[in-house]
């Protein structure tokens, strides 16, 4: 404290976390999710959601730049968590010295929400782009 007032530093890599995490939601619903609810028999949810959220018909039209910039977020997202990060930890420039368990906690969390968002993402990339032309593949044999 400083003053009587708490000096708060924000992590920059906190940001591109959550950043990651909804643009790879993103990809997933907008590409990944009607993709697979169609393959499952589901056409006439996919009509429903499609007619009560509009802007997704939008946002998969725009598929590849949003895959595109979900990648490029998550690879970011990659190199500040295990590169960067671990470099200011050792020079202590990202830990408050009054708490230093929060920073092995933020650490935590954020490689927790890393790993999910890579996760929805990779599932959402097979779905749009995988899925499809290796059914047809097998469709043909």
Known sequence: MQNGEAVLTKKPGGVLS?????TSLGTLLCCA????????GLGATV???L????????LSHHKVW????AGVLIALNFIQT???G?????????????????CDTATRVSKAVLWIAAAIY????????????????????
Do not use: H
């Open 66 to 69: 949003v895959f595109t910039v």
């Open 33 to 40: 999710l009607p993709s697979l609810l169609v393959l499952l």
């Open 51 to 58: 007619a009560s959220v509009p802007w997704l018909v939008t």
């Open 18 to 22: 959550y950043f990651s995490l909804f």
């Open 86 to 102: 671990p470099r200011l930890r050792s020079n202590n420039e990202s830990c408050s010295p009054e708490n230093p368990e929060a």
């Open 82 to 84: 295990y590169a960067v």
């Open 122 to 141: 990779a599932l959402g990339f097979f779905v749009a782009y995988v899925l499809g032309p290796m059914l047809v593949l097998l469709d043909r044999t």
């Open 47 to 49: 009509a429903t959601v």
